[in-house]
Nanobody
Framework: QVQLVESGGGLVQAGGSLRLSCAAS????????VGWFRQAPGKEREFVAAVTRSGRFTDYAGSVKGRFTISRDNAKNTVYLQMNSLAPEDTAVYYC?????????????????WGQGTQVTVSS
């Protein structure tokens, strides 16, 4: 089974950029749709972005569209989340998740495998 490890989080000033990585173990990574989610303190986990198995199709939450870009490199078993124009409200723990099933990309329970998360803090 695929295991996911996030990296690239940290502290950045408002307006700055970060690139998160989600590295997967396992030879079947290209069989999974991958999503990024985030959870801020005291709030529910929310969808950020998703990319299909081939990388040809992506989906974004309205709050990040135009600022964040999700991509994947199946040869490297890695999915990326490039985050630009960061704002304090982007502060959260960011999780990547993978699924083999279909349905709405924003549905948390549709994802079978989760990483442990990486903290992103944006200072004003």
């Amino acid at each position: 089974q695929v295991q996911l490890v996030e990296s690239g989080g940290g502290l950045v000033q408002a307006g700055g950029s970060l690139r998160l990585s989600c590295a997967a173990s396992g030879r079947t990574f290209s069989s999974y749709t991958v999503g990024w989610f985030r959870q801020a303190p005291g709030k529910e986990r929310e969808f950020v972005a998703a990319v299909t198995r081939s990388g040809r199709f992506t989906d974004y939450a309205g709050s990040v569209k135009g600022r964040f870009t999700i991509s994947r490199d199946n040869a490297k078993n890695t999915v990326y989340l490039q985050m630009n124009s960061l704002a304090p409200e982007d502060t959260a723990v960011y999780y990547c998740a993978a699924r083999v099933g279909g349905g709405d990309y924003s549905t948390i329970r549709s994802y079978d495998i989760w990483g442990q998360g990486t903290q992103v803090t944006v200072s004003s």
